[in-house]
């Protein structure tokens, strides 16, 4: 039901927007969160964002570059990513749920788009 788009290459310390759209389910009531998991490493959190915008958390490592956003009505919700390093290359998927840091808070995912940072 939740459905990711943008992902793509791109270089050192460029940008990327990912999309997060919901096909059949509302998520204006929901939190919603971005998780990203690299080849050989577990999946970790990267950003969250509250029903209506007013609460953000962001991982440490992505702090000041990761922009995590929603319009409840285009019922999407986005990560723009800034200042990109090679780092953060790996699947990027989204979640729908309760507003937590842990990917047990979230119990609707999105099935992943691909970031690749060259260096």
């Known amino acids: 039901q939740l459905g990711e788009s943008g992902g793509g290459l791109v270089q050192a310390g460029g940008s990327l927007k990912l999309s997060c759209a919901a096909s059949r389910r509302t998520l204006s009531a929901l939190s919603m969160s971005w998780f990203r998991q690299a080849p050989g490493k577990e999946r970790e959190f990267v950003a969250a964002i509250n029903w209506d915008g007013g609460i953000t958390y962001y991982a440490d490592s992505v702090k000041g570059r990761f922009t995590i956003s929603r319009d409840n009505a285009k019922n999407t919700v986005y990560l723009q990513m800034r200042g990109l390093k090679p780092e953060d290359t790996a699947v990027y998927c989204c979640?729908?749920?309760?507003?937590?840091?842990?990917?047990?808070?979230?119990?609707?995912w999105g099935q992943g788009n691909q970031v690749t940072v060259s260096s």
């Open positions: 979640a729908a749920g309760s507003l937590g840091v842990s990917s047990k808070d979230y119990d609707d």
